[in-house]
């Protein structure tokens, strides 16, 4: 077994690197960041439990590595803002080796290089099972944070990519699907978009499926969405996991009406799914028939 | 079992309250936090994990909410700042009912609210044992946050209060000891006046005992300390207690040579324990001993 000294010092080597605004990185009681002038902080924090949200055997280390702070970056992507800085706490389980640690390491440095974000701090347990929390911050200018609650009626509603694509790697556990399950890319690129250009009204990333999370989107906005049946959906994947698969992490986002959105944006398809209208605020309607919120809950039987 | 709305909207609701600076609270995709001028933030997480650092039978789900708090705001009254907010991550085992859950909430939410930190956001999830991670965020005037790497040769050592109580707590499991175990008080006043009027060289939390926490500020400040054998110890408490014993909470620092330290500060004893010399940096004597670091460490057997 490591050290946590040895540990902490790994880590220290693996996150080196100079970033924007931080002062003070690994190896003090906390880290110091220094913010700029005219922005606001976004800050999203996700756990990712072994036997919840990933398995020992089939999961590389390097993979649960990248998707940690995936899943806070999309959140930052989300809210329109450019990732600044993660912390993570990692509680490692008695069959964890450096092997395994330096995976993880290396899988979740691998994506915050390539997205600028810098690793400055974090915590060292141990538990039963592999347990980590993954603080990530982003910034925005003053005011401009893109939220869920802004949604108005006569806006249209757009999703990023194809859905369903998590669900189906999750199922059959190998290609392109398994691949887009285990390694997630959040649309940083398109969130800034969304704010700077298409001046959307709100946004949210795609976590526990589109039936369930644009429900939270239309309760924070006060409207209902009325969906016209068309979904693009992830080649071989099931309507059923289109709507209701989790984990897909893209956009769904809204504009008013007039606003011109592309086809795509860097390669990646914009479709226009449906539009918002009054009702109750929260109910979502699927080609003229009431959609149940079957997406992921944590605490439901 | 709850559901997951209606947990977030309990949360929400034990967490009501305006905090400056906090633009968006619970309830999005990210919490949105506008930093003010002048100021550097400082970040820390901890995570508490059943069966690691509290158990199940002894600890009231208050007291893993305070501590769980308590934590992280001691390193940011190390840092010599001033709390701003928290986000809560919490996977709950399959024991936890409303109950639990309700307390653990009320006894972080208690502390939050005196120490003026809002609770901003987290994240909500499962496991066989129940895991929390709490990020704390805190504000300094820039450049001026307390770190371990300052300390020079001649500086004098003091720690605030007395040491072994947490340990000693864990032993007996009853009285005033116990309660300092359970409900540690993070020592932000004392904190803010080693910034703002000692100017103390350095600081640091003693979460893991002050013979392996004192050896990690002088690697950072690349000195050797000399103890000159006194130690303000808990009453009942063993030297072992005090000098290897975990938990305990209070600040140690150091200050220039011929700066006035008052022998208490609102109630809380400081004493002077030794001073820093040349020497093999880390390395720490005890009444002209070497003394061993065998303070609490996740990954040694």
Redesign the interface.
């Known amino acids: ?5 040895a ?1 902490v010092r790994r880590i220290k080597r693996l996150s080196a690197g100079q970033a924007p605004g931080v ?2 990185g690994i ?9 700029a ?1 005219g ?9 990712l ?1 072994e ?3 990933f398995e020992r055997d089939s999961h590389r280390p390097s993979d649960v590595g990248h998707k940690a702070l995936a899943r806070g970056l999309s ?2 992507a ?2 329109g ?1 450019v990732p600044r ?1 993660c ?1 993570v ?1 990692l ?2 389980a008695p069959w964890c080796g450096e092997r395994w640690v330096d995976g993880f390491y290396r899988g979740l440095m691998g994506l915050a290089r390539s997205t600028g974000t810098a690793l ?10 592999v ?1 980590c ?1 993954v ?2 911050c ?1 910034a ?1 200018p ?2 401009e ?1 893109l ?3 802004g949604a108005r009626v006569g806006d249209l509603i757009f999703v990023s990519g194809s859905l369903g694509a998590s669900a189906l790697g999750l199922k059959c556990r190998k290609g392109a699907a398994w691949r887009r399950h285990l390694r997630p890319e959040p649309r940083l690129a398109l969130g800034s978009f969304l704010r700077e250009t298409l001046r959307a009204t709100a ?3 795609l976590s526990d499926g589109v039936s369930l999370d644009l429900r939270r989107l239309c309760e ?1 906005s006060g409207v209902a969405a009325e969906l016209d049946g068309s979904l693009p959906i992830y080649p071989g994947a099931t309507v059923a996991q289109a709507l209701h698969g989790g984990e897909d992490y893209e956009l769904v986002f809204t504009v008013s009406r007039g606003t011109v959105v592309p086809a795509e944006f860097g390669g990646l398809a914009l479709n226009c799914i449906g539009r918002m209208v009054a009702g109750k605020p929260g109910s979502v309607s699927w080609g003229g028939q009431p959609l149940a919120a079957l997406g992921y ?5």
């Open positions: 077994m490591m050290d946590e000294r540990l002062v003070l190896g003090d009681d906390a880290a110091v960041f220094r913010p002038d922005e606001d902080l976004v800050f999203t924090t996700d756990m439990v036997g919840v949200h959140d930052v989300a809210m803002a800085f912390l706490s509680a490692l400055i701090g974090g915590d060292l347990s141990h538990s039963d099972k347990t929390d603080v990530a982003g925005v003053c005011g944070a939220r869920r609650g946004a949210m990333d924070e809950d944590h605490f439901r039987k």
